[in-house]
């Protein structure tokens, strides 16, 4: 009898146990999208991520989506966003640097096609314009995406600084005519093709077919989304060295055991689902290891910019 005592206190202790780490689960997943993309395809893209979350964890998944970086940025730092499958480098910077202990890089894109982890900064011009190479934008207006972009903003703005001297106060001693921050890489593309920039910058994997925007980047999703021809009505004039890929963020002070679910539910999407992912990433992609040597040199130079102003 008194082993049967002990037996049905270790049963009911355990059950009370249980109940309470479930109790604890967080009932509320909260997915960060970068802004400067029409909001209702960045929806449409990630809802079967929502979909397949809220079944793998028996959450409600939350689509944050920003109008600008700085909104997931904010929300991962304020504890408002729990994950993001795709985040600029840059933008990981702007986080590590407020707090390095906020997120765990939990992997990095690595294209499908040839395993590369990494993509490239571009300038485009409208493909029956004038202008061949960066030169030739000489006293014209000019587009960055977001000020917390790696390829719309930081890696540009590095080269163009190299090259011309000054910074986008000067619009690079006086260069280009103006330099002006769209809200992202699809506000930069439609302003080449609507005559309010002569050139701008955009992201891509530069890697694959040309004439469907290549294996992922901004020029992909334009066209699946409204711009079928958009190829032909541009041209690249410029590209930038590799940049690595983004990271696969966690917030790091989930619940350890709800933690381990979210990173183990993100791999499962990656090979079970990975139609949704792909969706979702923007590219033809799967995930990679990686660790904050990665995105040093981003780190590096985001830290420099902030000390050193734009």
Not at 3 to 14: E, H, P, Q
Not at 38 to 60: P, S, W, Y
Not at 130 to 136: A, I, M, V
Request: hydrophobic fraction near 40%.
């Amino acid at each position: 009898m008194k082993k049967l005592l002990r037996l049905a206190v270790f049963v009911a202790g355990s059950m009370a146990a249980i109940n309470s780490m479930a109790a604890d689960a967080p009932k509320e997943l909260n997915l960060g999208i970068l802004g400067g993309q029409n909001a209702t395809q960045q929806i449409g893209d990630n809802m079967c991520v929502k979909q397949f979350f809220d079944k793998e964890l028996n959450v409600d998944t939350k689509l944050r989506n920003s109008s600008d970086y700085s909104g997931v940025i904010q929300g991962l730092l304020g504890g408002k966003v729990d994950m993001v499958l795709s985040m600029s480098p840059s933008s990981f910077a702007s986080v590590y640097l407020n707090n390095p202990q906020a997120v765990d890089i939990e992997g990095i894109l690595v294209d499908d096609t040839d395993q590369s982890r990494g993509y490239h900064s571009v300038v485009l011009v409208k493909a029956d314009s004038p202008y061949k190479k960066l030169e030739d934008l000489k006293g014209t207006a000019f587009g960055f995406a977001d000020p917390d972009s790696t390829s719309g903003y930081l890696i540009p703005n590095a080269a163009f600084k190299k090259q011309f001297g000054g910074s986008t106060d000067d619009s690079y001693q006086h260069f280009f005519s103006s330099t002006t921050f769209s809200g992202g890489h699809e506000q930069d593309i439609l302003g080449v093709l609507n005559g309010q920039f002569a050139g701008a910058v955009a992201w891509s994997s530069m890697i694959g077919n040309a004439d469907t925007g290549y294996t992922s980047g901004a020029f992909g999703r334009m066209i699946r989304m409204d711009h079928p021809d958009l190829m032909k009505q541009i041209r690249i004039i410029w590209q930038s060295p590799l940049i690595p890929n983004g990271p696969i963020l966690v917030r790091h002070d989930l619940p350890d055991d709800f933690k381990a679910k979210v990173v183990a539910a993100i791999n499962k999407l990656d090979k079970e689902n990975h139609a949704c992912f792909v969706k979702a990433v923007g590219g033809t992609q799967h995930i990679g290891p990686a660790s904050l040597a990665d995105y040093q040199q981003i780190i590096d130079m985001k830290k420099e910019l902030t000390k050193g102003g734009r």
